[in-house]
């Protein structure tokens, strides 16, 4: 099969097949522009072999981040370039030598620091620098599973809760990074993720991410075909059938199969319904569960596609959100944000950076595209 990313020309096919045009569709977080065609081959599906060079028969996984241990890495020699940086608030040099080690380097930097300097550098850091600038330095001091942490804090603290936020990191996340984020919130916030999310969500939509909280997704890459066919029956069933939606039955099914299966599934539907499965969804459901079952079909078929959706709507909604340039690109840095930046030009016509050029400046445009490494 003919694997190629998915491009502009597919979306407008998808938004004029639902009766919208490109620019109304553009205006609004992308719900059902999905994937209407993605069952005949626009986004190529999962084939494990295509991602794992093999050498000396070990696999070698790919690296698809786009930061990378500094080659000349010197804890010390950095601490040094910082004090006079900090001292001279010269945002420049900081930007520059931040975005520019890993996170594993970045925490012995900050250890070094305090024991050279007796000083926290996280709040050295605040003492100069504000706003925009601030909030993706401090983002780039933290270890993931504390950045993450601090996301589900702020997603729900105070009036109202961000649930894309919630969502988008419980379905990207791997099951290993999961319990690390409840063991982290636990230790920072003294209260149990839990407890929380079962505080701040009600409903179909409260089920669904205790579920993803729970762990339990298969991490395996084999597909089980007799279990694809069967989930699709029951998904078509359960959301096509007569009577009221099964809600319960879509949440088990597309919170613990893995990616690659969940995408034969998807496959398999669309042979025996008229409708996508993310159609399906939006006629049946409404509000925050419809809004999250589909981020998980989403990821589960083309995750650097959702994320390079998730920046585009950063960049193109009212207002640049900082926030969520700031979360997206730190925290897929050195995961898979080369893959995201190619998808982004795939689906846009422009790369991420330019975008980025044109909405940000200063020393926080410097910092971002630091991150979305060279161009």
């Known amino acids: 099969m003919s694997h190629r990313p998915f491009e502009l020309e597919d979306w407008r096919t998808i938004f004029f097949d639902s009766g919208l045009s490109v620019e109304t569709a553009f205006k609004y977080p992308v719900k059902m522009s999905l994937f209407k065609r993605f069952f005949k081959g626009i986004i190529h599906d999962r084939h494990p072999e295509d991602e794992t ?19 000349h890495f010197d804890a010390s020699s950095d601490v040094s370039v910082l004090q006079s940086a900090i001292q001279s608030k010269d945002e420049d040099v900081i930007v520059a030598i931040l975005v520019k080690r890993n996170n594993e380097q970045r925490q012995k930097i900050k250890a070094v620091y305090e024991a050279s300097t007796g000083k926290n550098l996280v709040k050295a850091m605040k003492s100069v620098l504000r706003s ?11 270890p993931p599973a504390y950045f993450d942490a601090f996301l589900f804090r702020k ?19 791997s099951n290993k990074e999961i319990e690390e984020i ?14 929380v ?24 890459t084999e597909v089980n075909m007799e279990l694809a066919k069967k989930d ?11 009577g009221k939606a099964d809600v319960s039955t879509f949440i088990n099914i597309l919170t613990t199969r893995s990616g690659p299966q969940l995408s ?22 409404k509000g925050d569960i419809e809004d999250c079952l589909i981020d ?65 400046k200063g020393d926080y445009q410097k910092a971002l595209l630091g991150l979305c490494g060279p161009y």
């Open 182 to 195: 409840k063991k982290v919130f636990k230790q920072e916030y003294q209260i149990e993720l839990e407890e």
């Open 132 to 142: 925009d600038l601030e909030d993706v330095v401090l983002a780039l001091l933290m």
């Open 296 to 360: 998980i079909v989403k990821c589960a078929w083309n995750m650097p596609a959702f994320f390079a959706e998730k920046l585009h709507l950063a960049i193109e909604g009212h207002g640049t959100s900082e926030r969520a340039l700031n979360r997206v690109l730190v925290s897929r840095s050195e995961v898979d944000l080369q893959k995201i930046i190619e998808e982004y030009k795939a689906m846009f016509q422009r790369t991420l950076q330019e975008d980025i050029v044109n909405d940000t």
């Open 232 to 242: 699709a029956k029951v998904l078509f069933e359960a959301g096509e059938g007569v």
């Open 264 to 285: 034969k599934t998807f496959q398999h539907y669309a042979t025996i319904s008229d409708l996508t499965l993310p159609k399906a969804l939006q006629l049946e459901l």
């Open 197 to 220: 999310i079962k505080r701040e969500t009600h409903g179909d939509f409260n089920k669904a991410l205790l579920a993803m909280l729970s762990a339990k997704r298969d991490e395996t």
């Open 155 to 173: 997603a729900t603290k105070g009036l109202g809760t961000d649930e894309d936020v919630l969502v988008e990191i419980l379905a990207t996340r």
């Open 53 to 71: 060079p093999k050498v000396k028969e070990k696999p070698k996984p790919k690296y698809h981040g786009t930061v990378t241990p500094y080659p």
